[in-house]
């Protein structure tokens, strides 16, 4: 199963600091009066150079904010998701667990430790850490935990909380790609083609298709026997994607 760019690289909100880091002489400059202070500027600074893929610079803004406030959760778990990036999952995990020790209700800490067990073979873990992260009642992204929550229980082979986590995405975000596109694929599996046919084709209008999509339509189409959009599909997808396991599959009429 194919993950998508949005799930990818999940970030905490604090983290997410959109300003430019302001630097001088290569140093980045900014006094702040205390300590937390000091903690979470260098940990906005982090999340920005992160955002960057500048792992290295990151992590010696995290040590500076650890150091000035070592009970700053929101660092550790930057650190978590840096080493997660960097594939030390010692670091990452002992990171995260220190972060949830210091917050153990933090929304964005307990998504993020929650995709970090998924992506680690832990997926039935990561759940209990997803519906942690949702009991918050002030989270402001339960759309990205109900997908990323469905796609860690559909790894698990669950495929029917998988579905309930789809559709509860999308009554909070109805245009989540990945929630429109998987739930396309369990409808499609279900029999229900109309239904699969509305919600992937929703999904390659707000995003640009891939060659999961565009497979997907093609069998779609095919089944409700709707030829001529079965072939513009077919047709996209060996334009695009030629080297695809989707279009070897198209190649060899391997449909289901």
Not at 86 to 97: I, M, P, R, V
């Amino acid at each position: 199963m194919k993950r998508l760019a949005a799930l990818a690289c999940i970030v905490l909100a604090v983290a997410c600091a959109t300003k430019e880091p302001e630097s001088s002489g290569g140093t980045i400059v900014g006094e702040v009066s205390d300590a937390r202070n000091r903690a979470r500027v260098h940990t906005e600074l982090a999340g920005a150079y992160f955002e960057r893929g500048n792992m290295g610079v990151a992590l010696d803004e995290l040590r500076q904010a650890t150091t000035a406030d070592p009970s700053y959760p929101q660092a550790f778990g930057l650190l978590g998701l840096v080493y997660m990036e960097l594939k030390d999952t010692g670091q990452a995990e002992s990171n995260f667990q220190h972060a949830l020790k210091l917050s153990p209700n933090d929304a964005d800490i307990n998504h993020n430790y929650g995709w970090f067990l998924c992506q680690n073979g832990r997926e039935k873990d990561s759940i209990k850490h997803f519906l942690q992260a949702l009991r918050n009642p002030l989270y402001a992204s339960p759309g990205r935990t109900y997908s990323a929550a469905g796609l860690c229980s559909l790894r698990a082979n669950n495929p029917k909380d998988a579905e309930q986590f789809f559709q509860r995405a999308l009554r909070v975000d109805p245009d989540d790609p990945t929630s429109l596109l998987q739930l396309g694929q369990i409808r499609y599996r279900q029999g229900n083609t109309e239904e699969a046919r509305r919600l992937v084709s929703r999904y390659n209008k707000l995003v640009s298709p891939n060659p999961e999509s565009l497979w997907l339509a093609v069998k779609i189409e095919r089944k409700l026997g709707e030829r001529v959009s079965e072939q513009s599909y077919a047709n996209q997808l060996r334009r695009r994607f030629p080297n695809s396991a989707e279009y070897q599959s198209l190649q060899r009429g391997q449909y289901d």
